[in-house]
């Protein structure tokens, strides 16, 4: 019984921390990890500073997904971020919604 408790147990925990882990997957297949990193600046801004920038934003997946696919300038300073073309639509979307998760 104890066995299977905690068979369980790690599956709960396995299924909670996926979409995490799916979504850092997606972001390094999109090479959106050559220049972000979920907590510290690297060409640029952190996620977890992204995140607490549009807090309370209920616009901000599309303006993110849009940023994503069309690139931006000036917002988080002089270097722009590059148009990421090959990102679709829902990708776009995915990458904005869990970046607004990271703290």
Do not use: F
Not at 16 to 21: D, I, K
């Amino acid at each position: 019984m104890h066995k299977q408790l905690l068979m369980l147990a790690t599956l709960v925990v396995s299924m909670v921390s996926m979409p995490a882990w799916a979504d850092l997957a997606l972001a390094t297949a999109k090479n959106c990890m050559a220049c972000h990193a979920p907590d510290k600046k690297l060409v640029g801004p952190a996620y977890k500073d992204v995140a607490a920038k549009y807090i309370g934003d209920k616009t901000a997946v599309e303006k993110l997904a849009t940023k994503i696919q069309k690139g931006g300038a000036g917002v988080w300073g002089p270097v722009p971020m590059p148009a990421n073309t090959q990102v679709s639509d829902a990708d776009a979307k995915k990458l904005a919604a869990w970046v607004l998760t990271i703290k």
